[in-house]
């Protein structure tokens, strides 16, 4: 029981780091044009992730079931993920770097994972649905395939959007452009926001209901009071997938919040500053780009980076007005830290799990 409120312990550390780590990306646009001051936009971020956060579960369903064997899932393994994830997302806030929690949280997930079970076959890499290829599971379909394709598209709509408004925009006066986009990117940023907490928000709560399920599982809850029994996660018979209890939800989401509010002004300097000149039209482009992505991804129950989607529709905005508006040799900084994210956070977690294991905290019996 300890060790099951030590995994939610935390996992809220690295929901709260994720409140000042990604939904930083999500300001960034919004603090860079300078329509909103840096404590205004925290605070427009923390309310609408809140609310965002509460929307939906399809993407804890997506990490609580489909991207690894429950039944290799120990409270140890869910520790050192989030402990693998926490680690590389602290080393790329202190160097400025805008890289995807979502993928830390991954692939420590994965790491650990396979530590455990001391063999790749614990990972599911690809279980097709028989009616739409989005309702499947496996890292793949879910984590791969859209770790290319969303910032891909973001890129391609920022670009897009801007084209359309440059042209519809070219007889207007600088000023007027200004005061109109100024207005219209609060509600962009607000959807920014929003859109980031339905997705980044919903995989904490997929670790905590894991380590739920697992403790369940387990007969860890065995004994205790009836006023306790809401900690209890089991999946109903014939199902693949369990409900998120409201609490996991609430939980999550206030914590994010806070987070949010702590700031994280490094990460905002590197994209709303130094990658590229952005003025409120830019702003505008870029966070409705990239909240329509992600938006789109939530509702497939996919767990993309917001990181990636915001950067790759900042650099799609900024590449219509000119590409060598863009400062690349921060874009190929950014890159490799995204490159870097899945294999350097699953290393960690991989390693954390051996170590525990020869130390004698992991029983030789579940891994040695």
């Known amino acids: 029981m300890t060790l099951i409120l030590c995994v939610i312990l935390v996992a809220l550390v690295f929901e709260y780091i994720n409140g000042f780590h990604d939904t930083a990306n999500s300001i960034a646009t919004v603090v860079a044009t300078k329509v909103l001051s840096p404590r ?48 590389w997302n602290l080393v790329t806030w202190y160097w400025g770097l805008p890289s995807s929690s979502s993928h830390a949280l991954i692939g420590g997930l994965v790491g650990a994972s396979v530590a455990m079970a001391q063999s790749w076959s614990v990972v599911i890499w690809s279980q097709p649905d028989a009616e739409h290829w989005y309702k499947g599971k496996g890292l793949l379909w879910k984590v791969l395939v859209p770790m290319f394709t969303s910032p891909a598209l973001g890129f391609f709509i920022g670009f897009l ?30 959807a920014m926001g929003f859109m980031h907490g339905t997705n980044d928000a919903q995989k904490t709560m997929g670790i905590i209901a894991l380590a739920l399920l697992a403790g369940t599982t387990d ?64 702003g505008f482009a870029a966070e409705t780009s990239s909240a329509f992505v992600i938006g789109l991804a939530s509702w497939l129950g996919i767990p993309v ?21 863009l400062k690349w040799t921060v874009v190929e900084r950014m890159a490799w830290a995204w490159i ?29």
């Not at 923390?46 to 965002?52: E, K, M, S």
């Not at 350097?344 to 170590?355: D, R």
Request: charged fraction near 10%; aromatic fraction near 8%.
């Open 40 to 87: 205004q936009a925290v605070a427009l971020a923390a309310f609408t992730n809140l609310i965002g956060a509460l929307w939906g579960t399809a993407v804890a369903k997506t990490i609580a079931s489909g991207l690894v064997d429950t039944k290799v899932v120990t409270q140890e393994v869910l520790l050192c993920a989030l402990l693998g994830g926490i680690v």
């Open 161 to 190: 959007l801007m084209g359309i408004l440059y042209f519809l925009l070219r007889n207007w006066k600088p000023r007027w452009v200004s005061s109109v986009f100024g207005r219209a990117q609060m509600v962009s940023a607000g």
């Open 219 to 282: 007969g860890q809850f065995e004994g205790l009071p009836q006023w306790l029994n809401f900690l209890r996660v089991e999946v109903p018979e014939g199902k693949k997938d369990f409900e998120i209890a409201m609490w996991i939800k609430i939980l999550c989401a206030v914590v994010m919040a806070a987070g949010t509010a702590a700031g994280g002004w490094r990460i905002i300097r590197t994209l709303g500053h130094k990658m590229v000149r952005l003025q409120p039209v830019h």
């Open 305 to 325: 980076s917001t990181t990636h989607n915001i950067s790759s529709a900042i650099m799609g905005v900024g590449s219509a007005k000119r590409f060598n508006a």
């Open 340 to 368: 870097l994210t899945i294999p350097v956070s699953g290393g960690i977690a991989y390693l954390l799990v051996k170590l525990l294991s020869a130390i004698g905290v992991i029983p030789s019996a579940v891994a040695s």
